[in-house]
């Protein structure tokens, strides 16, 4: 007999015939010999429309209340879905999560599990009960036993975290789509579905916009050792495995908050090629990485700051036995890059041999701004000058002079509480690792940019240690490689995106910490668009990024700043290329199919 947990969304439990069918399947489930516990969302869009109801009576409405009007959707699905068990004849009792046990902290509309209590589950379980849990929802650890949600989308979380207190079999995730697609297929119908993928892809995919799965769920699956699957609701298909590494046992203590970093590493064989003052037009990019694609030299990080006039930078790494040959790709391109013969524009190539890059990894920094802060902060009070900055959603790098490499392993380690050393290796190898697997979309965020910061330790640690404070999160964070005299200061600009909703209160701070640190102009642009490749195969394969820069040129599409991390490729583009350059790279890549997938209304 297994322990099952299985959790359907707002669309498969959108009518009383959806909820019957649901209950048809978790009866059968059942039928099969196994112990069944059901999470669900609130029926199809309930939980927008309580939105709504809430701006209308209030543009900011206290976040409290927002917590006690959301919750209220689930129950509804919970308390049907319970009654459409018993009407089959199987035995049901709704939770909800305050009933289950589900503890989070009191940060109300974005609370995090801080651990389940399984006594009351598991003997409704023992009963033979199915057990039907109230997703995206918890109960606070003060005294005053708040009701608390997760964040939009939550529920998945809720399912993830049931499963991993039950220590169950499996989690099986049932949704509108077949499972985990190339791309959401809303925006590009040709997107096809994969039979697995690892959880640092997903992780990555879906804090880069692929909504499938929450992303803190697929953190907790990857934390705890979780099998997890994506399903459709309507079909026998088998969806999508994630798949998850080996874990030991861990406790439920903190269960979202222990250990945000799991890791510290470190590479020293790097080395940076830097072209300054390029011109600012499509095409660029994709020619540069082309070449390099075509002596086979495989890059790292790759970062695209911010255009200065109609100037650019772009910054890249490479082993160090590669050095030599992509500086002089580098250099044989740098003058063709002149608009006309008669252009002023003097694009200079610069290269570094002494660089080190240190990382810090973890699936728990998701929607933690201040863990990078306290990267830089700690780097900063140990002394050590950071020269570039590439974040993804589960790792912060550094690029730093070689020198300090040593000091700023141990000063990070000390930091973290961890030891050096790398992950441990996947459970199960996929089917097979694609140098891209998934693209995604973001239309969410904006971009802000402050000019001329000095270029010295503590400066990127103060900005985002104030972000953090107030709770903004950043994402994509990067720092330009030109260095710009400003009063006789070396200086260059830092740039990142926020959560649109996010863009003014990010402004604000910015703004104050820029004329406390004697930093030049704050931009804030709202109409970008994120647009990012994933996939575990690129680390071994050359040629990627050039790939993806081509595919966006040959559409006339401009890249306005660029940020990698190993299995991840993000690029922002004008807000009103969004879908046009997303499937320009889900094309480029071969990641379209002859599968149309529908879904359903
Ligand atoms: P649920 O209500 O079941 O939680 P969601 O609407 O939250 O469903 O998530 C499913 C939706 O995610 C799909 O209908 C699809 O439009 C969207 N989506 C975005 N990216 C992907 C992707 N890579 N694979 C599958 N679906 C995706
Ligand atoms: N009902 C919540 C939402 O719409 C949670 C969820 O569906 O996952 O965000
Ligand atoms: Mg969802």
Known sequence: MALIVQKYGGTSVGSVE????VAQRVRQTVAEGNQVAVVVSAMGKTTDGLVKLAQEISSQPSRREMDMLLSTGEQVSIALLSMALQALGQDAISLTGAQVGIVTESEHTRARILDIRTDRIRRHLQDGKVVVVAGFQGISQSSDLEITTLGRGGSDT???AVAAA????????YTDVPGILTTDPRLVPDAQLMRDITCDEMLELASLGAKVLHPRAVEIARNYGVPLVVRSSWTQEPGTRVIAPLRSPRSLEGLELAHPVDAVEFDTNQAKVALLRIPDRPGIAARLFGEIAAQNLNIDLVIQSIHEGNT?????T????????AEAVAAAIAPALRETPTDTTQAEVIVDQRIAKVSIAGAGMIGRPGVAAKMFSTLAAAGVNIQMISTSEVKVSCTIDAEDCDLAITALCNAFQVTCSPLEAESAAPSATPEVRGAALDLKQAQVAVRHVPDRPGMAARIFALLAEAGVS??????SQRCRLVNGLATRDIAFTVAQADAEQ???IVEAAATELGCGEVLVNVAIAKVSVVGMGMIETPGVAARMFKALADDGINIQMIATSEIKISC???????????KAVHGAFGLSGSERVVVPA
């Open 18 to 21: 959806r909820i019957q069918a």
């Open 158 to 160: 809720s399912a993830v």
């Open 166 to 173: 039950l220590q169950a079999d499996t989690c099986e995730i």
């Open 312 to 316: 650019n930078d772009i910054a890249f």
């Open 318 to 325: 490479v082993a160090q036995p590669s050095l030599v040959r």
């Open 474 to 479: 950043v994402d994509m964070i990067i720092q």
């Open 506 to 508: 990010a402004r604000t």
């Open 572 to 582: 922002l583009v004008n807000e009103a290329d969004g879908v046009k350059a997303l």
